[in-house]
C-alpha cells in the first residue's frame, strides 16, 4: 500500500531540510541567510506544486514507444498547468480588457504625441536633441524654394555683422581708452566699416576673378542658379515680344500694299489711291487710328449708309456658293480605295441579313451609311435600308449602268409649265449632281438572265427603232398632271404609245421633282404606287407591251423606292395579298414577282416584301399540279424565279424540285417547256451541290425522270456532280485520341498509419474537412474566450457593486451613528434640565 499524503510530505520536508531535529538557540539567532531563504522557498514551492493533483494536466495515455530523435524536453512540453494559465489569462485581461471596460461610455482625454514623452528608453537629454533636429529639417524642408533666401541662414551677427575678428584689425584692443566712445561713434565707426569692407570685398571680386580664368570653375550655388535662370526666362520673353513686334509690323506693311498686289496678280494695276482729304482742325485727336481708306469712307459717306453698304457685302460674302467650304479633290486611287470599301461593307451586311443575325446596331450603322444626300437640304430621311435598298451612295456611277435618276430636263419643258425657271436650273445642277445613285449590273441585266431565249434586236432594227421612239416623243407634251391613282394614270396615258410611256414617265418625275414644291414628294410618293399597279396592268393586257417598256419602268420603280420605300413596299404586298386569295397567278402576278426580285434584296433572312412573295411562289408549287401547258410554263417561269431568288443565299426549296419532277413526266409537255424544266433542275444542281443532302435530294427519282425524257448532257451532269458529292462526303467516326495507358494502382502506404485516424483517398474532401474542423476548433476557442471575458466582466461588475456597497454601508452607518449620537446627547441635556426643574420646585 502507498504511504499517505501527510507521510509523503513529512518526508519530502525532512528531505529539503526544511524540518529535522531541533536547532539550538545559537542557531536561531543567527537566522537564514539570502541564498538559504531563497533556496527554502524554491524548494517549498516545488514541495506545493508536486502535492497539488489539479496543478497539472498530463496526456491521458502516455507514449508507448521512445523514439530516438525526440527532443529531450518533449514530455515537459506535453505537461499543462490550468492555474497558471488562469492566472495568466486573467492578469492579460485586467491588462487589456479592463482599462477599455473602464473607458466605455468616456469621451475625452489628452494624448500626448511629443516626440520621445512616452519612449521610457530615452533620456531627456536623447528627447531635446530628437526634437532639435525635427525642428530643423522642417525648416530645411520649407526653404528649399526660397530664391530670396540667404546661402547661411544660421549665421550669427552682431549689429548685423558677422564674427570675424580678422577683418577688424583697426579695431583696438580690449579695455583700449581709443575703443571708448559713445554710440553716436560706434554707428558712425560701425557704418565707416561696413562700406570700407564692401569696398575691400569688391577689390578681393575682381581680383579673385582674374585669378579664376586660370583656375578651374567652381561649383556654382543654388542662389545662383535660380538667378541665372530667371534672367534667361527674362531675356526669352523679350526676345520673342521683339519678334512679335516685328512681325506685326511687317504685317501692316504687307496690308497696306495688298490691293496692289492683287491688282497686278490681275493683270492690271489700280490707279493710286488719293489722299484723305485734310482733317479740320476741329476734328477729334483720337482720328488718327482709324484706317485711312475707313475715314475716306466715312468722310464721303453717312455712317448709316456705310453701315448698310457694309452689312450687304458681308451678307453677299455668305450667300456666295463659292465660300463654302468643298471637300479635298481625291486622286483615283482614293476613289477606287473608297469604292472597294464600300463594296464590302455592303456585301458584309448582305450577309449578315441573309444569315439573319444583323443586329440592331449594325442595322442603324446601315441606315446612316445609306441616308439620302437630300436630308441635307431639308428633305426627311427615308426609311430605304429598312427594305434592304441601297441609298444614295456619293461615289460615281461606273460606266454602262444607267439610271432612270440621271435624265436631263428639257429647256422647253422648263419653260411651258415648270414653276421653276432659272433658280431650279441652278439648284438642280447641283442636287442632281450629288445624288448620283450606284446601281449593281446584275438587276439592270436580271430580265435577260430569267429570259435566256429573247432574241436581241440587231443593230439596223435598233437604230430603226431609236429614230422611231424620237420621232415620236418629239410629238408627245411636255407637261402631265402627276396622277395619284391608276385611273388618273390611265388617263394620262390614253392616245399613248406603250413605247413612249417611260418617257411620260420621265417627265412626271422631272416636272414634280421634291425641290421644286413641298407638295411635290407626296405626290411622287402616290405616284411610284400607281407605277407598281401599272406594270401589272400592263402585263395583261393583249397584245402584250415590249419587255423593254417593262424594264424601264420597273428602273424608275427601283429609283423612286429609294426616296419612298413604305409606299412602294405596301403597293407591292397588297398585290402579293391577292395572289394569295386567288392562288392562280396572271401575268401581271408573274411581273410583280420579277419586279419584286429586281428591286429588292432576295437573300435576307426576312425581308417585308421578298419573304412573302417566295412563300407564295413555294405554296403554288407545292399545293400545283400541272394540268395542261399553260400550268406547265408558269411553273417554268416561277422556278427560274426561285431559282434567281436564291442565287446568293442558296436555300434549299423541295417545292421546287416536286414540280420540276412532275413537270418533266407530264404529258402534256413539249419539248421547249421540257428544255426550260431541264435548265432548271440542272441550275438546281448546281445551286444546292454544296448541300450535305445533295445526294439524297437528286437520287434516285430525279436520275430516273432524266433517263426516261432521254437528256445524256444533263444525265452526265447530275452523276458528275453526286460522284463528286459522295466522294466529298466522310463517313462518322470516332474522334481519334491518343491511346490511353492501362489505369495502374500503386499501393498507398502511410507512414504513421493510426487505426484510430481517419483517412480520406479524396484530397480534396480531406482538405475540406482538414478545414471544417480548423474552424471548428477555432470557432470553439473563441466561444471559449468569449465566455472567460463575460465572466471577467460580470466579476469585475460584481467587484465595483460590492465596493460600492460597502462604501454606502459604511457611510450609511456612520452617518446613523452621528444623528444617533445627536439624539443621545440632545436627550441627555433634556434629561438634565428636566432634573434641574425638579430640583427647583
Not at 477606287?336 to 464590302?344: D, F, G, H, I
Not at 458584309?348 to 441579313?353: A, D, S, T, V
Not at 438572265?449 to 420621232?471: E, G, K, V, Y
Given at each position: 500500500m502507498p504511504p499517505s499524503q501527510l507521510k509523503r510530505l513529512k518526508t519530502s520536508l525532512r528531505e529539503q531540510g526544511i524540518t529535522g531535529p531541533e536547532k539550538s538557540k545559537k542557531q536561531k539567532k543567527r537566522g537564514y541567510g539570502p541564498d538559504q531563504r531563497v533556496q527554502r522557498n524554491a524548494a517549498l514551492a516545488n514541495i506545493r506544486e508536486s502535492f497539488n493533483p489539479f496543478e497539472f494536466k498530463t496526456p491521458a495515455r502516455p507514449k508507448k514507444f521512445e523514439v530516438t530523435t525526440s527532443r529531450l524536453n518533449a514530455t515537459n512540453s506535453m505537461v499543462i498547468r490550468p492555474s497558471v494559465s488562469k492566472s495568466l489569462g486573467e492578469e492579460r485581461r485586467r491588462r487589456t480588457l479592463l482599462p477599455e471596460l473602464r473607458r466605455r461610455n468616456k469621451v475625452g482625454g489628452i494624448l500626448d504625441r511629443r516626440i520621445g514623452e512616452n519612449d521610457p528608453t530615452m533620456t531627456p537629454e536623447e528627447r531635446m536633441l530628437e526634437r532639435f533636429t525635427r525642428e530643423k529639417q522642417r525648416k530645411k524642408g520649407a526653404s528649399v524654394f526660397d530664391l530670396e533666401e540667404a546661402e547661411d541662414e544660421d549665421e550669427l551677427t552682431h549689429l548685423g555683422r558677422s564674427l570675424d575678428f580678422e577683418s577688424v584689425k583697426h579695431k583696438a584692443e580690449d579695455y583700449d581708452a581709443a575703443s571708448v566712445a559713445t554710440s553716436s561713434e560706434d554707428d558712425r565707426d560701425g557704418l565707416l566699416s561696413r562700406k570700407r569692407r564692401r569696398d575691400i570685398t569688391i577689390e578681393e571680386g575682381n581680383i579673385e576673378g582674374e585669378a579664376k580664368v586660370d583656375q578651374p570653375e567652381r561649383k556654382k550655388s543654388k542662389t545662383e542658379v535660380m538667378k541665372e535662370v530667371i534672367a534667361k526666362s527674362k531675356q526669352h520673353k523679350y526676345e520673342r515680344q521683339q519678334a512679335k513686334e516685328e512681325d506685326d509690323e511687317l504685317r501692316l506693311e504687307l496690308d497696306k500694299d495688298l490691293q496692289d498686289v492683287l491688282a497686278a496678280l490681275k493683270g492690271h494695276l489700280n490707279p493710286p489711291s488719293k489722299l484723305p482729304a485734310a482733317l479740320p482742325q476741329d476734328a477729334p485727336a483720337n482720328n488718327f487710328s482709324i484706317n485711312p481708306d475707313r475715314a475716306a469712307l466715312l468722310n464721303g459717306k453717312s455712317r448709316t449708309?456705310?453701315?448698310?453698304?457694309?452689312?450687304?457685302?458681308?451678307?453677299?460674302?455668305?450667300?456666295?456658293?463659292?465660300?463654302?467650304?468643298?471637300?479635298?479633290?481625291?486622286?483615283?486611287?482614293?476613289?477606287?480605295?473608297?469604292?472597294?470599301?464600300?463594296?464590302?461593307?455592303?456585301?458584309?451586311?448582305?450577309?449578315?441579313?441573309?444569315?439573319?443575325?444583323?443586329?440592331?446596331?449594325?442595322?442603324?450603322?446601315?441606315?446612316?451609311?445609306?441616308?439620302?444626300?437630300?436630308?441635307?437640304?431639308?428633305?426627311?430621311?427615308?426609311?430605304?435600308?429598312?427594305?434592304?435598298?441601297?441609298?444614295?451612295?456619293?461615289?460615281?456611277?461606273?460606266?454602262?449602268?444607267?439610271?432612270?435618276?440621271?435624265?436631263?430636263?428639257?429647256?422647253?419643258?422648263?419653260?411651258?409649265?415648270?414653276?421653276?425657271?432659272?433658280?431650279?436650273?441652278?439648284?438642280?445642277?447641283?442636287?442632281?449632281?450629288?445624288?448620283?445613285?450606284?446601281?449593281?449590273?446584275?438587276?439592270?441585266?436580271?430580265?435577260?438572265?430569267?429570259?435566256?431565249?429573247?432574241?436581241?434586236?440587231?443593230?439596223?432594227?435598233?437604230?430603226?427603232?431609236?429614230?422611231?421612239?424620237?420621232?415620236?416623243?418629239?410629238?408627245?407634251?411636255?407637261?402631265?398632271?402627276?396622277?395619284?391613282?391608276?385611273?388618273?394614270?390611265?388617263?394620262?396615258?390614253?392616245?399613248?404609245?406603250?413605247?413612249?410611256?417611260?418617257?411620260?414617265?420621265?417627265?412626271?418625275?422631272?416636272?414634280?421633282?421634291?425641290?421644286?414644291?413641298?407638295?411635290?414628294?407626296?405626290?411622287?410618293?402616290?405616284?411610284?404606287?400607281?407605277?407598281?399597279?401599272?406594270?401589272?396592268?400592263?402585263?395583261?393586257?393583249?397584245?402584250?407591251?415590249?419587255?423593254?417598256?417593262?424594264?424601264?419602268?420597273?428602273?424608275?420603280i427601283h429609283s423612286l423606292s429609294r426616296t419612298f420605300p413604305e409606299r412602294i413596299a405596301n403597293g407591292f404586298r397588297s398585290h402579293l395579298q391577292q395572289l394569295q386569295t386567288s392562288n392562280a397567278p396572271t401575268p401581271g402576278d408573274l411581273t410583280i414577282l420579277t419586279a419584286i426580285g429586281s428591286i429588292y434584296p432576295t437573300s435576307d433572312h426576312f425581308h417585308q416584301v421578298v419573304t412573302p412573295a417566295i412563300t407564295l411562289m413555294a405554296r403554288w408549287l407545292g399545293m400545283s399540279t400541272p394540268q395542261n401547258s399553260i400550268d406547265i410554263a408558269t411553273g417554268a417561269y416561277i422556278g427560274a424565279l426561285c431559282l434567281q431568288y436564291q442565287r446568293l443565299s442558296k436555300r434549299y426549296i423541295p417545292e421546287l424540285v416536286r414540280y420540276t419532277l412532275l413537270a418533266l413526266k407530264s404529258p402534256f409537255s413539249t419539248p421547249d417547256l421540257l428544255s426550260a424544266h431541264l435548265k432548271n433542275l440542272t441550275a438546281m444542281a448546281d445551286l444546292w451541290t454544296s448541300k450535305t443532302a445533295f445526294t439524297e435530294i437528286f437520287t434516285p427519282e430525279a436520275l430516273n425522270v432524266i433517263k426516261e425524257i432521254h437528256e445524256p448532257k444533263a444525265l452526265q451532269r447530275l452523276q458528275i456532280l453526286l460522284n463528286q458529292t459522295r466522294l466529298a462526303r466522310r463517313p462518322l467516326e470516332l474522334h481519334h485520341h491518343r491511346p490511353l495507358p492501362i489505369k495502374t494502382s500503386v499501393p498507398k502506404f502511410e507512414e504513421g498509419f493510426n487505426p484510430d485516424k481517419h483517412y480520406d483517398p479524396d484530397k480534396e474532401r480531406a482538405e475540406a474537412s482538414k478545414l471544417r474542423a480548423e474552424y471548428k476548433r477555432e470557432r470553439k476557442g473563441a466561444l471559449r474566450e468569449l465566455r472567460k471575458d463575460a465572466n471577467f466582466i460580470a466579476r469585475e461588475k460584481l467587484r465595483e457593486k460590492k465596493e460600492k456597497d460597502k462604501a454606502y454601508e459604511v457611510k450609511y452607518k456612520r452617518l446613523v451613528a452621528e444623528i444617533q449620537g445627536e439624539e443621545g446627547k440632545e436627550k441627555n441635556a433634556y434629561e438634565r434640565e428636566k432634573r434641574a426643574r425638579k430640583g427647583r420646585k
Open positions: 449708309d456705310a453701315e448698310k453698304e457694309y452689312d450687304e457685302r458681308v451678307r453677299q460674302m455668305l450667300q456666295d456658293q463659292r465660300a463654302k467650304p468643298t471637300e479635298r479633290t481625291k486622286t483615283e486611287e482614293e476613289k477606287a480605295q473608297e469604292e472597294v470599301n464600300r463594296l464590302k461593307k455592303l456585301e458584309e451586311n448582305r450577309i449578315l441579313r441573309m444569315e439573319g443575325v444583323l443586329d440592331e446596331e449594325s442595322e442603324d450603322d446601315v441606315k446612316m451609311a445609306t441616308r439620302n444626300v437630300e436630308e441635307d437640304e431639308g428633305f426627311e430621311a427615308d426609311d430605304a435600308a429598312d427594305f434592304g435598298l441601297p441609298g444614295a451612295p456619293l461615289g460615281s456611277r461606273p460606266e454602262g449602268v444607267e439610271d432612270e435618276d440621271n435624265f436631263e430636263v428639257d429647256d422647253d419643258l422648263i419653260a411651258s409649265g415648270s414653276e421653276g425657271d432659272a433658280e431650279f436650273s441652278d439648284s438642280s445642277d447641283e442636287g442632281l449632281a450629288t445624288r448620283d445613285d450606284t446601281q449593281l449590273a446584275e438587276d439592270d441585266e436580271f430580265l435577260k438572265d430569267i429570259l435566256p431565249n429573247i432574241c436581241q434586236p440587231d443593230a439596223a432594227s435598233t437604230s430603226h427603232t431609236d429614230t422611231r421612239d424620237r420621232s415620236q416623243s418629239s410629238k408627245l407634251a411636255y407637261t402631265y398632271p402627276c396622277p395619284r391613282s391608276h385611273s388618273e394614270l390611265l388617263k394620262v396615258l390614253r392616245g399613248i404609245a406603250p413605247s413612249d410611256i417611260p418617257t411620260v414617265v420621265q417627265r412626271i418625275r422631272a416636272l414634280y421633282h421634291p425641290q421644286l414644291h413641298p407638295e411635290n414628294k407626296g405626290k411622287l410618293a402616290d405616284f411610284s404606287a400607281t407605277l407598281v399597279d401599272h406594270i401589272s396592268y400592263m402585263s395583261c393586257q393583249k397584245p402584250a407591251p415590249p419587255l423593254a417598256v417593262l424594264e424601264t419602268i420597273i428602273r424608275h
